[in-house]
């Protein structure tokens, strides 16, 4: 790490509207590579102090070049354009703190995909899955996958399910079962020529 990098753990990989590349670290150390050079707390006045306590699982920008920061048990950061940094805690709400996903809808609130709810920190709400019946990581501590496939739709998986969510209005659009029932969805995704791939546990993909 004496080249900048703040950890040699990194989850994820982000790049902002201004070409900064924002890494996801294991020890929760905010810390961006932007023209040759990692910025961190210690180099950087804009990051300076602006840690989080806990690993970092997803970064997002929201139209006004704020960054947010998903986290495993330390909430959600917020970083705006002008340096200044908050936390915001999930503990009000009834759901585990685990965030698996920060995204945007077409209204541009900002939600936060946890385990068993998505909650909307603009609007200060919350959904919970089992609403709709649905067992999204109730079962066996199975993590909330999914991808963002417009600015209303949302591809979660549910074990053997794919689930689209409408994350506008908050509801159910469809829910398709896999042919094999003992496969467990990882991941969904959309395809340029509208496919649907799906990743699977320990047994490869689905088209």
């Known amino acids: 790490m004496s080249d900048g990098l703040a950890d040699n753990d990194i989850f994820e990989i982000f790049e902002d509207s201004k070409g900064r590349i924002w890494l ?5 150390n905010l810390c961006y590579y932007y023209k040759g050079k990692f910025h961190n707390s210690t180099n950087d006045p804009y990051l300076s102090g ?3 306590n806990s690993y970092i699982t997803s970064v997002f920008e929201d139209i006004n070049g704020g960054i947010w920061f998903g986290t495993y048990n330390d909430g959600v950061g917020y970083l705006n354009s002008n ?3 908050n936390k915001i805690s999930l503990d009000k709400f009834d759901t585990p703190s685990t965030i698996f996903k920060i995204i945007s809808n077409n209204r541009n609130e900002i939600l936060a995909v946890t385990q068993e709810a998505i909650v909307n920190i603009t609007k200060n709400e919350i959904y919970h899955f089992e609403n ?4 999204i990581g109730k079962q066996n501590n ?3 996958r999914g991808n963002l496939i417009d600015s209303c739709t949302f591809m979660l998986t549910e074990h ?3 689930i689209k969510f409408d994350i506008c209005n908050f509801n159910i659009i469809s829910k398709t079962i896999l042919p094999e029932a003992d496969k467990t969805a990882v991941f969904a995704n959309i395809g340029s020529n509208k496919n649907l791939w799906v990743g699977l546990e320990n047994s490869g993909m689905l088209e």
Request: aromatic residues 10%; hydrophobic residues 25%.
């Open 24 to 28: 996801s670290t294991y020890n929760g």
């Open 142 to 144: 199975n993590q909330v």
């Open 132 to 135: 709709e019946g649905l067992s």
């Open 160 to 162: 053997g399910n794919l």
């Open 50 to 52: 602006n840690n989080l």
């Open 83 to 85: 340096g200044k940094f």
